[in-house]
Every structure is written in C-alpha cells, then in structure tokens.
C-alpha cells in the first residue's frame, strides 16, 4: 500500500467495500482498544524543549479512524466549538482520502495543527463520543493532528480563496492575533472581506506563542497556520499596540467598516501575599513569555537572561502551572513542586498535562497554599511560608472551598517561585474606548454574537470570559465573523 491519501484509483472500490464490511462488523463489537500516541520517554524528554508527542504513523491513524462507528446522530460534533464534521473527517482519514480530511477540517477551524495539540477534547467532542461510555473515545484530537500534520508535508494544489463576491472595500479591523482573532480574520477573509490584523507583539498567534512551551506546541505549527491565514489574504500590522499607538475610534474613523477585538486577558493575576516582589518570583505570564517567545532556554544565543533555580515552586492547578513547571525542569532545576490548594481531583489542568509533568519528576503538593515569602539578604527569594488546606463546601465554581488548618504554618526553601493562578484583562484598551461596556472583572461585555456596547465594534475570546481554551476562543471568533458579515450586508454602513 502506499501513502495514505495516494492509492492507486483502481482498487478504491475494494477498499470502500471492504471498510463497510469492517463498519458492520463494528456494529456487532465494539472496538475499545484506543490507539496510544508516541511521545519521547521522561528521560529523554526532561532535558529538551522538542516537541513530546510525536503524532500517529499512517497506520496507527488509520487503525483508530477504524474505531468509529459512525453514528446516525454524531454527538461528538456538540462538542465541538468551531463545528467541525468529525465522522466526515474522521471517514476520510480511514478511507486513506486525505485530501478530503483536510478540506473537511479546515471548512470550519483554520487551526487544527493547534488544535490538535492544545485542546481538551476529553472534555469536548471526545466527551460526547458513544465510546466514551465505555471508556475509550475516539481519540479525534489525535486524528485531527495527524491531518494537519499531512497537509504540512503535501502541499494541496486548490487552498481556499476569498469570496469573489462582495469585495468592494469592505475592511474589517481585527485587534489581537490570538486564535479568536486569526479565525475570525480567516473566516471574514473566505466571506470576502479586506482583513488587517493588528498585533502588540513582534510575532503573531498570541497565547499560542507567548504562553505555550515548545514542547507542546511546536512555534513552527502556529507560523505555518498563520501563513496559511496570510494566503487567505490577510494582512498582519505587528508591533502595534492598539489603544496606544491608535484607538478603536480611529479605526473606525479611517477606513474600516468594523471591528474585531481578540485581545485576550493577559494581565496575570498575583496571590496579594507579603513578598510577592522579592527577585525570583515571577508571574507564569514573564516567565513563560521569556521561555517561549524571548527563547531563554536557548540563552545567550537569545539574549534573554531567566532565572534557573535549583528548588522551584509553581504555584497553582492549571494547564499554566503544569506548562511553568515542565519548562523549570528542562531549564535544570533539582525539584519543582506544583503547589495546590486544592487535591488532585480538583485540578483543572488536563489528566495528560499532569501525567507528562509526573512522569518528569514534577512533584506535586496538594492542600498547599503559601502565605507569605521570605528574603535572603539580598533581597531574593529564599523561602516559603506555606500552610496545609482542607476542603469544605463546594464554592460556586462547584468545588470544595479550601480552608486553612490552625497550627499548620511551616517553610519551605524555594530559590524560584512562578504564580499561575490566572490572567485578567488588560484595561489600556477598553478603558481608552469611550462607550464600550465592561463587567466588574475588565472582561468586554457581548451579546451571543460577540456585539459590544459600540457599534461596529466586536468582541471575542479571552477578553470576554476571562481565561479559556484555545478552542472556545475560536468558536467565539467564528460567530462574531459571521454577525460582522451579516451587519455589513445586512444592516452597516455598506448596505445603505
């Protein structure tokens, strides 16, 4: 057999034949055994920043496409943000047309490179899969990586192209190339709209370059779907800091019929305990951005200094945390702990983040919460008063509420803290934007369309919710694409 997507036209049929007859067969037993993923061992792994997951082979991807039974009425496809057909593309793949695979996946979601590797599907589609009943998914997210990956390595002769129609200077301005603004500026684009990206960084892709490690999503991934976002016709202004350099009104006022705020919440938010500004404690935010944009892993070829302690605590529960502590680990640290105030089971960082963080040494201290830091004489962080937690009720997040044990104070010796308990919106643009509402937490308020308080203006994604997934944010993009669309044809400036 030869490469999937490349079968010699003659025995298609067979092979179509004989997957119907592999389907009946799935209808009498279920196929449970999932199909695992290769990822570098610990050992190996601990000491660089390459990618740990190393996708599905041909046959693997087949094998696990096999598994799908292909219902009449795919809940898997609830699970899913951005809508994606997923017994289409999932078919595809098991049928060796990858071509079609691709084009499937990439008529909702422009990023499924990304997606395929930062996603909770265990909470999303997979979660809805009739399998996961029985404890075995199909490991979509998977599927979906191994498609992007293909496409990344055969070049499709027909991408999509912008809409022929409706090009006669309809500009839309998108403020943040994070995923809800490069989807949105994808999907404008395909409608036939003139797409400028606006972005404070030197690079684009927001989070996906800043906040995540290498090691979980390669940069060379989130450049590659941005090119393809470029060829869609979008162009990218990056150094430009908008609600500083230019105001949402001066959009508005020069040339752009509407606007698109993706700007995410990326202030970090701090634990307010006394030595939280000693040298050595970092928020994830600098951290990670100096590990993964700024490359200080790679210093002094980057001339990005960070610090690498020997005893490191990150503090917190999340897929931030876990992020935060892998990179200490491969930076050299002798021990990092991951400190919760919370047990396991209540930890909102991925089952697969955790394990990967386990099985390179990470240890993790439950019902821990620090109270207070202390300094050395040099004004550096040396230690780490912490105090031991119980659980009480559940709160309104419907977790149990942790509550401090009497007596329990003790220090820890820490040389490196990183907190990691969460972002919050940066006010420069929407306190800098007259009219436009926020909530008491900085977050834009929108309706289910993204619209905010301003006409012409739309908002999505993090700045909106506060922090979230990858995914969520470019469901959020998506439906504000189409309402924009809509409000120019329909009810804007261009349909008077």
């Known amino acids: 057999m030869t490469a999937l997507g490349r079968r010699h036209p003659k025995s298609r049929e067979s092979i179509r034949i004989s997957k119907r007859d592999k389907m009946s067969d799935n209808k009498k037993k279920l196929n449970l055994n999932r199909v695992s993923m290769p990822k570098q061992s610990p050992e190996e792994r601990r000491h660089n920043f390459s990618e740990v997951a190393l996708g599905y082979a041909e046959d693997q991807a087949a094998e696990e496409a096999d598994r799908c039974i292909q219902c009449k009425n795919p809940r898997c496809m609830e699970g899913c943000p951005v809508g994606i057909d997923i017994p289409a593309f999932i078919r595809a793949v098991r049928d060796g047309e990858m071509e079609d695979a691709v084009r499937i996946i990439k008529a909702k979601n422009s ?32 599927l ?13 002769p027909d991408r999509p192209r912008r809409s022929a129609e409706f090009q006669a200077g309809k500009r839309v301005a998108v403020v943040g190339a994070g995923p809800a603004g490069i989807t949105a500026a994808a999907d404008l ?31 060379a991934i989130v450049r590659s ?11 990218f202004e990056l150094d430009s800091v908008v609600g500083r350099l230019v105001q949402v009104d001066e959009l508005l006022k020069n040339g752009f019929d509407a606007v698109f705020l993706g700007i995410g919440a990326g202030a970090p938010r701090f634990l307010g305990v006394p030595g939280e500004n000693l040298n050595g404690v970092y928020s994830a935010n600098e951290y990670l951005t100096r590990v993964n944009l700024m490359k200080a892993y790679r210093f002094p070829e980057y001339d990005t200094p960070i610090r690498q302690g020997k005893r490191v605590a990150v503090v917190g529960g999340g897929n931030v945390a876990m992020d935060a502590a892998r990179c200490a680990v491969r930076l050299g640290a002798e021990e990092v702990h991951v400190v919760y105030r919370r ?4 930890m909102p960082a991925r089952l697969e983040e955790i394990e990967n963080a386990k099985e390179e040494g990470v240890i993790f201290d439950f019902l821990t919460n620090p109270t207070r830091f202390v300094a050395d004489d040099r004004g550096r962080v040396a230690g780490m008063e912490v105090v031991r937690m119980v659980l009480g009720e559940p ?11 009497k007596g329990s104070e003790r220090i820890v010796d820490v040389d490196t803290v990183i907190i990691a308990v969460g972002t919050t919106p940066n006010p420069l643009l929407p306190g800098n934007t007259p009219g436009l509402e926020t909530t008491r937490w900085g977050t ?6 993204g619209r905010t308080s301003r006409e012409g203006v739309w908002a999505g994604g993090d700045i909106t919710t506060g922090g979230a997934t990858v995914i969520s944010a470019m469901g959020a993009g998506k439906r504000s694409a189409e309402d924009i669309d809509r409000w120019l044809r329909e009810d804007g400036p261009w349909s008077r």
């Open 189 to 219: 684009a395909r409608m036939g709209h003139q797409v400028t990206v606006f972005e404070a960084l030197h690079d684009a892709g927001g989070v996906l370059i800043y906040g995540i490690p290498e090691f979980r999503l390669p940069k």
């Open 343 to 346: 047990s396991e089971a209540e």
């Open 144 to 156: 979906e990586r191994f498609v992007a990956d293909w496409e990344s390595k055969n070049a499709l």
């Open 111 to 142: 990023l499924p490179g990304i997606c395929g590797r930062v996603c909770p599907q265990e909470v999303q589609c997979e979660s809805r899969c009739v399998l996961e009943k029985k404890g075995a998914p199909i490991a979509i997210g998977r």
């Open 225 to 235: 779907e941005v090119e393809y976002v470029k060829s869609l016709g979008v162009t």
């Open 444 to 449: 834009i308020v929108v309706n289910d369309s």
């Open 395 to 405: 709160d309104e997040s419907g977790r149990r509420r942790p509550v401090v044990e």
